[in-house]
């Protein structure tokens, strides 16, 4: 591979992250690839023609009463990467079901189909890879993991980093694929592709329970609504989720055919609240709870109904039956749903229904309906129930209460708890969390270098509370030392939360602690108003810095003595002999500090603000900044 492969590579890659998913939509494309490329153009298309009529059969057998929540499971023929292939979109709404239901169909084809390669992927990327996080080599991160996963006779492959390129350096290494290096990989080194059984289990773990899982997605509900929806509904039960799915979503304007005029506008609805029927609706379990989790007033057309129902099971049928027949109504009065396929269908019927072509059922016929009523226990959250599943402790004894949700969800639940339990018990882990990938200098293995001294990483409390101390500027607690000023005076300033302060009171503690950051502050100079800059001339800078000291070790006597007999006399130390360069950097620092927090409390001009408000909550009270007889500044 030349260095110009290697810029068209990135060159394509950066073109691919330019072309983003729709929101809530699975991408999929299925490649015959042969060996050596063993099959001619014309033989691809008829193989190819196969898979799309396998598909087919697949999907007529195993969703004949399926209901998609937006968009179903499609393959077109479509040029890929200078290949022939067939490719799918399917926008799945809220229904994560649907994305996994894919997944399995995906899977089953290309275990029905040797030479039959499948990658899938969503707005998220690849999620396959999310789903086997834990499992997933260090060097596989998304910036290089595009057109890699790939699904093969049942498996899950990957393309690994070409540890094997002729030139040199991170782009021919560490790059992600365009999708004609992939089929060029697949086509000529199908025994190096990565393969492992636990990312696969990881990955594939939402399958394990297809196709049983299909009939499980679906609720079936008794509703009481008009007979001429009950007719199309029996005709297209597909038809539920766009009606489902307007009401959802529904706004002042599309609610607007329902609420104007009153009573009178019935003669103007598609479907009016008059000859109504109670039948059995076939919803997904996405579309039912989007359904029911909302409150929503009858129509003045409904109202009626509503008065003259008592039962409080004909009552929630018909309460279910108003918000599915508004939906419809919503649905077809649109404006701008009207070039929909659905739309068009749901007119259709309602035309040859007034022409007489299609016959609205009879009571016996809808007695005849196969009518269903599933229990609605997995909408029901007992929190209870959730406390149990969070901490994985089951009743011991007397009457079991009611299963959280179905068993989905309590699998799904537990599998979660025991996920985030083993990413906080992992000692492995860095301080950093997810390592990325190594810089341009890294080996052409692709493998990360870890330093020694990060093997072993622990957390406590006395550590965070020292490196935030640290990353405010504040002295260390009681027994440690300055960086470059071991032994100073200004160390030995106790902090609340040592053993003998810890049995104080709260306030007592609070007061203690604001006296003692008073004095950290007093040491660092802080409170020094009538500090000057510090000198350009070394010798200058040297002979400032004593007489900051000799300063510094006169306020910690003056604080010493007003905690005591509060003594006016001063005591005067000896300054310390030894000066570095070091702490003449860090007498800078607090230079700067004091330097800002006076000239923001000075910007105040005596009225509240952020430099008061931050003194005033460590205890300290400046004098009100007025000018001083030359007519100068804050002095």
């Known amino acids: 591979m030349t260095n110009a492969d290697d810029l068209e590579s990135v060159g394509q890659s950066v073109f691919d992250l330019t072309k983003h998913l729709p929101e809530d939509t699975v991408d999929y494309t299925l490649l015959v690839i042969p060996r050596d490329h063993q099959h001619k153009p014309t033989s691809t298309r008829e193989r190819l023609e196969t898979v799309r009529e396998s598909a087919l059969s697949l999907v007529e057998k195993l969703l004949q009463e399926y209901i998609w929540q937006r968009e179903h499971f499609h393959l077109d023929f479509s040029k890929i990467g200078g290949h022939l292939g067939l490719h799918g979109q399917t926008n799945y709404g809220d229904s994560i079901d649907d994305e996994w239901l894919i997944v399995y169909l995906l899977r089953e084809l290309s275990s029905t189909f040797p030479d039959l390669w499948v990658k899938v992927n969503d707005t998220d990327g690849d999620f396959l890879l999310a789903e086997a ?41 560490h790059r992600a694929l365009t999708i004609g290096n992939a089929i060029e990989f697949i086509s000529t080194r199908p025994d190096s592709l990565l393969r492992s059984p636990n990312l696969e289990a990881e990955a594939f773990y939402r399958l394990r329970k297809y196709p049983t899982r299909i009939a499980e997605s679906m609720h079936h509900v008794a509703v009481t609504l008009p007979r001429r929806l009950a007719c199309i509904l029996h005709l297209k039960p597909n038809t539920i989720s766009p009606a489902v799915e307007a009401f959802y979503l529904r706004d ?16 103007n609805l598609y479907f009016p609240a008059e000859d109504l029927v109670t039948v059995s609706v076939r919803f997904s379990k996405t579309g039912y709870a989007q359904l029911t989790s909302q409150h929503f007033a009858p129509p003045p057309t409904w109202t009626g109904v509503f008065a003259k129902t008592a039962d409080s099971v004909a009552f929630r049928r018909l309460e279910t039956g108003t918000k ?69 402790k089951a009743a011991d004894g007397g009457t079991k209460s009611a299963a959280f949700g179905d068993s989905h969800a309590h699998e799904n639940l537990q599998r979660l708890v025991q996920r985030f339990e083993s990413f906080l018990n992992d000692e492995s882990a860095g301080i950093d ?3 990325d990938l190594g810089s341009e200098d890294d080996d052409d293995d692709g493998s990360l270098s870890t330093g020694d001294d990060e093997d072993d990483v622990s957390f406590n409390e006395a550590d965070f509370t020292s490196m935030m101390r640290e990353m405010m500027g504040l ?16 160390s030995q300033s106790p902090w609340p939360g040592s053993g003998v302060e810890s049995a104080r009171g709260e306030d007592e503690a609070m007061q203690q602690m604001m006296a003692d950051m008073e004095a950290e502050l007093r040491c660092a100079g802080a409170l020094e108003l ?37 003594e006016e006399e001063e005591e005067e130390e000896e300054p310390a002999t030894a000066d570095s360069d070091d702490r003449d950097d860090e007498v800078e620092v607090d230079y700067n500090l004091a330097k800002n927090l006076l000239e923001s409390f000075g910007g105040q001009a005596g009225l509240p603000g952020p430099g008061g408000n931050l003194l005033a909550s460590l205890g300290i009270l400046l004098p009100r900044d007025e000018p001083d007889d030359h007519g100068d500044g804050p002095g």
């Open 324 to 392: 599915v027949t508004s939906g419809f109504e919503m649905l077809v009065s649109d404006p701008q749903t009207q070039e929909r396929d659905v739309v068009r269908q749901i007119k259709l019927l309602l035309q040859s229904m007034k022409e007489g072509n299609i016959q609205l059922p009879s009571d016996d016929e809808i007695e005849a309906w196969h009518g269903k009523q599933d229990d609605e226990g997995w909408l029901d959250i007992n929190y209870e129930d959730l406390e149990h599943e969070l901490s994985k």
């Open 252 to 267: 002042p304007i599309a609610l607007r055919p329902l609420l104007e005029g009153g009573e009178k506008v019935a003669t």
């Open 133 to 173: 996080a834990n499992e997933l080599p260090q060097w596989l991160v998304p910036e290089i993991a595009e057109n890699r996963v790939w699904i093969h006779e049942g498996k899950l492959c990957i393309i690994p980093i070409d540890d094997k390129a002729p030139s040199a350096g991170v782009l021919s290494v």
């Open 530 to 566: 009538d500090r000057a800059p510090p000198p350009k001339d070394a010798q200058a800078k040297k002979d400032a810095a004593t007489t900051r000291r000799q300063a510094k070790a006169v306020s910690i006597t003056e604080k010493a003595a007003v905690e005591g007999e509060e």
């Open 475 to 490: 002295p260390p607690q009681t027994g440690t030392a300055l960086p470059g000023a071991s032994g100073d005076v200004c």
């Open 433 to 435: 969390g997810v390592e």
